[in-house]
């Protein structure tokens, strides 16, 4: 069974910066989706950025956040630069393997952004 650990959620003022985490138990090298998916309060989920041959951002956070991916350390990295109030959410890491057609999802990191 694939495991995450996810990592880095806390509280900021607007403008500040967070970086998550989501260490894998398994490969993310080789045909491995990997995103991060948010919930905020009021709204549907919905998936922030993508990453599998090309990475992909929401049309809320392009140009502010940031995904990338360590394979050797098996790790999918957010940094969320100039975070907003409308921000504020539960962050979730999502790995999608193809070949099996295997999602898993972490457990959710609080990301607060206010005053």
């Known amino acids: 069974q694939v495991q995450l650990i996810e990592s880095g959620g806390g509280s900021v003022p607007p403008g500040g910066s967070l970086r998550l985490s989501c260490e894998v138990s398994?490969?993310?090298?080789?045909?491995?989706?990997m995103s991060w998916y948010r919930q905020v309060p009021g709204q549907e989920r919905e998936m922030v950025a993508r990453?599998?041959?090309?990475?992909e951002y929401s049309a809320a956070v392009k140009g502010r956040f940031t995904l990338f991916r360590d394979d050797a350390k098996k790790t999918l990295y957010l940094q969320m630069d100039n975070l907003k109030p409308e921000d504020t959410g539960v962050y979730v890491c999502r790995y999608y393997g193809l070949e099996k057609r295997l999602g898993v999802w972490g457990q959710g990191l609080q990301v607060t952004v206010s005053s």
């Open positions: 990453i599998n041959t090309k990475t």
């Open positions: 398994e490969s993310i090298a080789r045909l491995v989706t």
